[in-house]
C-alpha cells in the first residue's frame, strides 16, 4: 500500500466518524404535552431561552450541547411542571474522540444528542 492510498483511507475514516459532518450540529425535538392548551418554555444551562412549544405546536430545533435543557410548562387548572432534557454523547461524537480526540466534535456539539422525543404529562390541581 503506498503512502496516497493510505492518506485517503485516513481521511475517508476521519471524515466518516465525524459527528460535525455525519450528525450535524443542530437537531429538531418534538414533544407530547399534556393538556394540549399548556405552553412550555424550554432554556438551557445559562437559563437562556431556546423557545418554547405547547400541544399544538410541538417542534422545538435546538443547537445540539453537552448541557441539559429545561422545559417549565404551564396550563389553566394544572400543576406547573418542570422536565429536564438529558444531554448524551452519541456515537459518532465518541468515535471522533479516537480520530481527532474529538475536538471539532465538542466544540460544536455535534457529539451530544438530546432524545428525538419528549412527553410531558401535567397534573390536575386539586380542588
Same mark, same amino acid.
Given at each position: 500500500?503506498?503512502? +496516497? %492510498?493510505?492518506?485517503?483511507?485516513?481521511?475517508?475514516?476521519?471524515?466518516?466518524?465525524?459527528?460535525?459532518?455525519?450528525?450535524?450540529?443542530? *437537531?429538531?425535538?418534538?414533544?407530547?404535552? !399534556?393538556?394540549?392548551?399548556?405552553?412550555?418554555?424550554?432554556?438551557? #444551562?445559562?437559563?437562556?431561552?431556546?423557545?418554547?412549544?405547547?400541544?399544538?405546536?410541538?417542534?422545538? *430545533?435546538?443547537? #445540539?450541547?453537552?448541557?441539559? @435543557?429545561?422545559?417549565?410548562?404551564?396550563? !389553566?387548572?394544572?400543576?406547573?411542571?418542570? %422536565?429536564?432534557?438529558?444531554? &448524551?454523547? *452519541? &456515537?459518532?461524537?465518541?468515535?471522533? =474522540?479516537? =480520530? !481527532? @480526540?474529538? =475536538?471539532? !466534535?465538542?466544540?460544536?456539539?455535534?457529539?451530544?444528542?438530546?432524545?428525538?422525543?419528549?412527553?410531558?404529562?401535567?397534573? #390536575? #390541581?386539586? +380542588?
Amino acid at each position: 500500500m503506498n503512502l +496516497k %492510498t493510505l492518506l485517503i483511507i485516513t481521511l475517508f475514516l476521519v471524515l466518516a466518524n465525524c459527528a460535525s459532518i455525519t450528525q450535524g450540529t443542530n *437537531q429538531v425535538i418534538s414533544f407530547s404535552i !399534556d393538556p394540549i392548551e399548556a405552553k412550555c418554555s424550554i432554556v438551557n #444551562k445559562d437559563n437562556a431561552t431556546v423557545g418554547t412549544v405547547s400541544g399544538k405546536s410541538n417542534l422545538l *430545533q435546538v443547537s #445540539k450541547g453537552a448541557g441539559d @435543557l429545561i422545559a417549565s410548562c404551564t396550563a !389553566d387548572n394544572h400543576e406547573p411542571s418542570t %422536565t429536564r432534557i438529558v444531554s &448524551t454523547a *452519541q &456515537t459518532a461524537g465518541v468515535i471522533g =474522540i479516537a =480520530i !481527532d @480526540l474529538g =475536538i471539532t !466534535d465538542m466544540i460544536t456539539g455535534a457529539m451530544w444528542k438530546y432524545p428525538d422525543h419528549v412527553a410531558i404529562v401535567m397534573e #390536575k #390541581k386539586k +380542588k
